[in-house]
């Protein structure tokens, strides 16, 4: 990475609880806060704006959206009150011109974004716009959208990307060991095996994640996957991916998270 040059990120964010609690998970992204260079903007890839187009948040002051049910009080009265960036939204849209992109004054931050970056910069003092998935598009489109989005790394701009490269709520052990299948462990070992990955895009073995014999049990629907696609795809050709941390959590859910430059 050249000094000015921002990481790119993809964080596991696993459970909203982490919001609240602390564990080894919650104290890498702290970490991270208390180490990184300090950006002058966040752009943030969420799997929990999963979308039929591309849109950025573009108002001054986005709100905070509990995306969730069942969780304790405390949770729903936690905020993520960081201010949003219209101007870094225009950037965005014009940086991926011609592609039609919305800027939206409806959304805000969900829990995918805020749950990462109340625990990384917790002082909600930095600038963050949130890019939806555009759930229409094919895995390598959401790769090439990421190579694009690179040239805000050498603007002062982190990119933080969070979902899971495992997310199967229905094969989620709430009572036990909770270890993890050994589905999940293959496919989550198939990621980091692949991670600096270099080559021609669309033979790229994560972009072509479903060839993967569990890819479809580790990722029953792609949304938590695809914000790593962006992270990997705005990686430049000096760069490596190091590994964060890594871990399974109630047998089903990966909390792989890396660092790109």
């Known amino acids: 990475m050249t000094q000015s040059r921002m990481p790119a990120l993809f964080i596991g964010h696993g459970n909203p609880m982490n919001v609240l609690e602390e564990n080894t998970f919650t104290q890498s992204w702290r970490q991270l806060g208390d180490t990184l260079p300090r950006p002058k903007a966040i752009l943030a890839v969420s799997a929990h704006w999963y979308t039929r187009s591309t849109a950025v948040t573009a108002m001054e002051q986005p709100r905070t959206i509990h995306d969730f049910g069942g969780f304790p009080q405390a949770l729903f009265d936690t905020y993520y009150r960081a201010p949003g960036s219209p101007a870094l939204a225009k950037q965005v849209a014009a940086l991926l011109a011609p592609l039609p992109v919305t800027l939206d004054q409806e959304w805000g931050f969900d829990h995918g974004s805020w749950g990462v970056l109340i625990k990384m910069y917790p002082h909600a003092d930095i600038p963050v716009v949130q890019i939806s998935v555009d759930a229409t598009k094919p895995p390598l489109w959401h790769y090439e959208l990421g190579k694009k989005l690179s040239a805000l790394r050498d603007q002062g701009v982190m990119i933080v990307a969070s979902g899971n490269v495992v997310h199967n709520l229905r094969m989620l052990q709430w009572q036990g060991d909770n270890q993890a299948w050994p589905w999940a462990l293959s496919f989550n070992q198939f990621v980091r095996d692949n991670l600096n990955w270099q080559g021609v895009a669309d033979q790229h073995p994560l972009v072509n994640f479903m060839q993967h014999e569990w890819a479809a049990l580790a990722n ?28 399974n959590v109630m047998a089903a859910l990966s909390m792989l998270s890396v660092q790109v430059g």
Do not use: K, M
Request: charged residues 20%; contains cysteine; aromatic residues 8%.
């Open 220 to 247: 029953p629907t792609p949304e938590h996957f695809l914000p790593l696609l962006y992270v990997l795809g705005c990686r430049q050709p000096d760069e490596s991916v190091t590994v964060l941390v890594d871990g």
